[in-house]
């Protein structure tokens, strides 16, 4: 059993993700601000974040870079609905 | 300045140009022709004059030759030759005088005293003043004053020596005066004047003419006064009342080089005046008829070059116009201009056909925009109806309790995705049935404070960022053909993004304002403002910033703006705020295209 962070700011989003991970037999936090997301990733063990990359205030990879920098290691996936230029 | 104004000053100026100078250079040459002869005609007259002078004096030496060999005087010179008393003969010149027509005639004695006198009797016994024994060596004649009783007189004079020692002299000669002149044969338009330089100041008694007295003359004293002095010919040209004259002086020598007479040629230029004006008038003549005739031509020229060019500039406002379909079938041209013509209309033509090509491309891209816009839009509530649709299906081998609740929040997520799906398409619908405006005479000012007025409660919520709405209505704008319902949709547009803009509070600031018929709105926040690439993709249909937007909303605001005839700028400064400025013409979209065709190229401004 892993335990998993997923972050978006769409409630349906965030909602549907964590249950398909519980049902997978996982544990599912879930958080919809990267900000927050960052505190929680610094503070707490995940063995994986999901992030969605496009968010009011803090973006997903303005999150991942922060991550980084401050030596955390913790596997982080980006999910992105929207198309992002040169990368679909 | 036209081509028809430049083509006839252009004329104008090439005709008086040309006249001035034929004219100027006729006048020239006229006067140099004059100028020659009448140097010939006065060379002739003076050449003239000394011949006659000459003749004269061979007369003068003549008589005197036949005086001093009469048998009397033979006599009288060998009488007093032996002492005899000269008084005895004191009347002899008289007769002798008169007999070979001198006016003047003395005798001398060999000491130089007067014997007799003939013009001055009573002079016997004087000394006499250029007559001696000495001076009859030369038998030349020459010119001398002579003293009368009354004033002295100018003479062509001689001297003669009659008997050996002791002998008499004789000395007597003529009056150089009008008679003289008489003798002279005067070409038309010239006459001849002597001044007798017998008096130490310039006298006017002493300037004699053929015809009678020249006492009025005194133009002529400075002339005279310069050969006296100088003693060398000199010229004048002198204006009298009826017309210029001009005045060759020459002077005449006495036997020892002193000026005694100036000799006055004159030759009027009345002719060569009259001349000069004739072709001065002429000139003026030719110089007004060919002006006449540049004027009449150019205008011609002028009109045919220019019709069809004016022509073919109403046909390119018409272009400009948005009239595309245009013919120049009715343009009458040939030549260049045709040439221009056609040029022109294969460039309407291509444009026509560029613009349509334009058109399609860009129809068909807005299309493509479309289709991705709503593909993405529709793909955002689908991802996680399509994630709970597994959950669900893995869910049923759970048990019922667990199931249930799996169930029901699956259900919530469904009907909020179905929910989202329902208003994108909605947004998409309304704008697509977004209608042609419906122009009525409205007021912006309304607009503007109704369209605020939506936004105070969402403003005054609590826990809504604190914003300061600032209204700074010009009272002048209250007048505008326009669609009230389609402006306070586009001013709802802008004040939502406005307010969007600043999460942390601001100033919201509209602004109504009415400059050269025309209503500015501006709607301005204090928010972070537009990077360079976000301002250049603004109006875009279908690009968004934020995370929640169709991207349609500034599309509308043009879309609005377009169809009221107006114009929609943004002026934005990253970290300042961001302020749209709307244009429209106060009367609608109408006067918008006829204040374009008035600013076209080539229409009088």
Redesign the interface.
């Known amino acids: 059993m892993s335990r998993v962070l997923v972050v978006d700011d769409d409630a349906s989003t965030l909602a549907s993700l964590a249950r398909a991970f519980r049902l997978a037999g996982h544990e599912a936090v879930v958080c919809d601000d990267a900000t927050r997301a960052i505190v929680l990733v610094k503070n707490e063990r995940f063995d994986i974040v999901i992030s969605d990359v496009v968010m009011p205030r803090k973006d997903g990879l303005a999150m991942l870079a922060e991550l980084r920098e401050a030596g955390v290691t913790t596997p982080i996936v980006m999910v992105s609905g929207q198309a992002t230029r040169g990368v679909e | 300045m036209s081509l028809r104004t430049r083509l006839l000053a252009l004329v104008s100026a090439v005709v008086a140009i040309t006249v001035v100078l034929v004219t100027v250079t006729v006048s020239a040459s006229a006067r140099r022709s004059f100028a020659a002869l009448d140097a010939q005609r006065t060379a002739a007259l003076v050449a003239q004059f000394r011949r006659e002078f000459t003749l004269e004096g061979q007369q003068v030496g003549l008589r005197l030759d036949r005086i001093a060999a009469s048998d009397a005087v033979v006599r009288t010179a060998a009488d007093i030759a032996s002492r005899h008393d000269p008084a005895a003969y004191v009347n002899d010149a008289g007769p002798l005088a008169t007999a070979q027509g001198l006016d003047f005639l003395d005798l001398v004695s060999n000491d130089g005293r007067i014997v007799s006198s003939a013009h001055w009797p009573a002079k016997f016994g004087y000394r006499h003043a250029w007559a001696t024994a000495a001076d009859a060596a030369s038998t030349r004649e020459f010119l001398q004053v002579v003293e009368l009783p009354q004033e002295a007189a100018l003479g062509l004079v001689a001297i003669r020596r009659v008997g050996g020692e002791g002998g008499l002299v004789v000395a007597g000669g003529r009056r150089l005066d009008r008679q003289f002149l008489q003798s002279l044969v005067l070409p038309p338009g010239m006459r001849v004047l002597l001044y007798r330089n017998i008096e130490p100041e310039i006298s006017r008694r002493q300037l004699v003419t053929a015809s009678g007295d020249a006492s009025q003359e005194s133009a002529l004293e400075p002339l005279i006064a310069r050969v006296r002095q100088t003693g060398t010919e000199a010229t004048e040209v002198i204006d009298w009342p009826d017309g210029p004259e001009r005045i060759s002086a020459i002077p005449i020598d006495g036997r020892d080089g002193r000026v005694l007479g100036v000799l006055l040629v004159g030759s009027s230029e009345r002719e060569l005046a009259a001349l000069v004006r004739r072709i001065r008038w002429s000139g003026v003549g030719f110089g007004a008829l060919g002006i006449m005739l540049g004027v009449g031509l150019s205008y011609m020229v002028a009109a045919r070059v220019t019709r069809p060019v004016e022509q073919l500039a109403g046909v390119a406002r018409t272009v400009a116009g948005g009239e595309w379909d245009v013919r120049l079938d009715h343009v009458r041209t040939s030549g260049e201009l045709a040439d221009l013509a056609a040029a022109f209309e294969t460039m309407t033509r291509q444009l026509v056909d560029h613009r349509e090509r334009l058109v399609q491309a860009e129809r068909v891209a807005a299309w493509r925009e479309l289709a991705r816009r709503l593909a993405?839009e529709l793909?955002?509530?689908l991802?996680?109806?399509r994630?709970?649709l597994?959950?669900l299906h893995?869910?049923t081998s759970?048990p019922e309790a667990e199931f249930k609740e799996?169930f029901d929040?699956?259900l919530?997520?469904l009907a909020?995705?179905l929910t989202?799906l329902n208003t994108v398409i909605g947004r998409f619908s309304d704008f697509s049935r977004m209608p042609m405006p419906v122009l009525e005479d409205v007021s912006p000012n309304a607009i503007v404070t109704q369209a605020v007025a939506l936004f105070r409660a969402q403003l005054e919520a609590p826990g809504a960022p604190s914003i300061r709405v600032t209204l700074d209505l010009d009272p002048a704008a209250v007048n505008l053909r326009g669609d009230a319902e389609q402006l306070g949709r586009a001013l709802q547009n802008l004040l939502l993004n406005a307010i969007d803009a600043m999460p942390a509070g601001g100033e919201l600031t509209v602004r109504t304002r009415v400059i050269d018929r025309a209503v500015h709105v501006e709607v301005s926040d204090s928010g972070q403002g537009l990077t360079e690439e976000e301002r250049s993709r603004l109006f875009t249909p279908y690009y968004t910033t934020?995370?929640h937007g169709t991207g349609l909303g500034l599309a509308i605001v043009q879309s609005v703006v377009t169809d009221h005839g107006g114009r929609i700028r943004v002026e934005s400064t990253p970290g300042r705020g961001t302020a749209f400025h709307l244009e429209l013409p106060i009367g609608g979209p109408a006067s918008a295209l006829a204040q374009a065709n008035q600013r076209a190229p080539g229409a009088p401004r």
Request: hydrophobic share 25%; charged share 20%.
């Open positions: 993405h793909k955002n509530p991802f996680p109806m994630i709970t597994d959950n893995r869910a759970l799996v929040e699956s919530t997520t909020t995705g989202n934020k995370q």
